[in-house]
Structures are given as structure tokens and as C-alpha cells.
T-cell receptor, first 113, second 120 residues
Framework: DTGVSQDPRHKITKRGQNVTFRCDPI?????LYWYRQTLGQGPEFLTY????????KSRLLSDRFSAERPKGSFSTLEIQRTEQGDSAMYLC???????????FGPGTRLTVL | AQKITQTQPGMFVQEKEAVTLDCTYD???????LFWYKQPSSGEMIFLIY??????QNATEGRYSLNFQKARKSANLVISASQLGDSAMYFC?????????????????FGKGTHLIIQP
């Protein structure tokens, strides 16, 4: 399977703990996006990478959130000092320059107790 | 103001009928792109169709077509001959700042979605 993969698929954590999610984009895609989706809502854009450069960050991305894509391949999203309001599905997508479609991964569902 | 408005929270449609899902958008950019995604109960987001703001003709992809009315700022999705497998959440989304040249750089803004249920 050469689609976008995300790990883990589910994460349960206690309030105040740090969590890290990983996204592996489609191999030839140089653009990578993170979104967050809460129940009953559409996805909300968090941040975007072109190769290893983080080119855009939403105001939703508070200082507790940090994302990296060190070698322009996989990306990690870390949430520090998790809060119950961080409970959501975190979606990763990738695309290739010159193409419109963003391919989404299966998501990581985070539950903060 | 919301950038993407989907006014139909839920719809019930008989199998084999055509379906129109409404989407209106708000942007001051001249170049933008409009997307529709399907999200089945399994959770994955599936790309359906794209329309660039400078595209003269409505986009079509198999049973999906996008009814693009630029002056009204609407981008309705039409599904012809609906099937049971079409039951899912459908999201309209917009990328501001580019059009038919593609290669958009930034994230999408999504609407709240329409839950479509196809009945046998």
C-alpha cells in the first residue's frame, strides 16, 4: 500500500501528558499537511510543509503544538501538556506540486482523559 | 463569516435518484479552488472532484459533477444515479489564492459537511 500512513491510529492519554504522532506521506509527494477534525465538524487546517520547510501555520496551532518534517519525508506532530479540548482526529495529507488533490491518511484519533 | 457553508446537515435519498449537495463559499480572491471530499463511516477522506475558479466548464468525474456558479459563489455537488455505497459525509472545501494552474501551497478550508443516506 503506497498511500499516506499515520501512526498510531488511536492514542489515549491523560491530561498534561505529551503525545507525538507520525505521518508518512506518499513517497513522491513534497507537500504535507496536518488537519484536526472534531466530532461533527469538517477538518481544520493546522500546518503545511513543502519539503522540510514549514510554510504556514494556522492560528489554531497553539504554542503547545509543534510539527516537524526534518528530511522532507515523514512528519511528526507533537502536542505538549495535552488538554481535554485536544481530543480529536488528527489527519495528515500529502500532495505533489502541480496537482490539486490532497491525499489523506486514515488519521490518529486522540482521546485526552 | 464562514468561508464554506453547507446548509444541509442531512439528506435521505432513494437509491438510483440524483442528489445535489449544496455548497456556497466566501472569498475575495480571484484565484481559488473548490473541492469535494467524501468521508465514509470508516473515517478516511476521499477526494471526489475539483473546480478551479478560472475553469470555464463544470468539472465532472464519473458520476460526480460540480455545478459551479461563480456569480452566486456556489459549487454544488451532483451525484447521478446514487448507490447505497454513496452513504457518507460529504465535505465542500476551498483553497484560496490559486486556480487552474494547480499546485496549491496551502491548506483547505472545509465546511461542516452533509450527511447523505441512500435508502434502498
Amino acid at each position: 500500500d503506497t498511500g499516506v500512513s499515520q501512526d498510531p491510529r488511536h492514542k489515549i492519554t491523560k491530561r498534561g501528558q505529551n503525545v507525538t504522532f507520525r505521518c508518512d506521506p506518499i513517497s513522491e509527494h513534497n507537500r504535507l499537511y496536518w488537519y484536526r477534525q472534531t466530532l461533527g465538524q469538517g477538518p481544520e487546517f493546522l500546518t503545511y510543509f513543502q519539503n522540510e520547510a514549514q510554510l504556514e501555520k494556522s492560528r489554531l496551532l497553539s504554542d503547545r503544538f509543534s510539527a516537524e518534517r526534518p528530511k522532507g519525508s515523514f512528519s511528526t506532530l507533537e502536542i505538549q501538556r495535552t488538554e481535554q479540548g485536544d481530543s480529536a482526529m488528527y489527519l495528515c495529507a500529502s500532495s505533489s506540486q502541480g496537482y490539486n488533490e490532497q491525499f489523506f491518511g486514515p488519521g490518529t484519533r486522540l482521546t485526552v482523559l | 463569516a464562514q468561508k464554506i457553508t453547507q446548509t444541509q446537515p442531512g439528506m435521505f435519498v432513494q437509491e438510483k435518484e440524483a442528489v445535489t449537495l449544496d455548497c456556497t463559499y466566501d472569498t475575495s480572491d480571484q484565484s481559488y479552488g473548490l473541492f469535494w471530499y467524501k468521508q465514509p463511516s470508516s473515517g478516511e477522506m476521499i477526494f471526489l472532484i475539483y473546480q478551479g475558479s478560472y475553469d470555464e466548464q463544470n468539472a465532472t468525474e464519473g458520476r460526480y459533477s460540480l455545478n459551479f456558479q461563480k456569480a452566486r459563489k456556489s459549487a454544488n455537488l451532483v451525484i447521478s444515479a446514487s448507490q447505497l455505497g454513496d452513504s457518507a459525509m460529504y465535505f465542500c472545501a476551498m483553497r484560496e489564492g490559486w486556480g487552474t494552474t494547480g499546485g496549491g501551497a496551502d491548506g483547505l478550508t472545509f465546511g461542516k459537511g452533509t450527511h447523505l443516506i441512500i435508502q434502498p
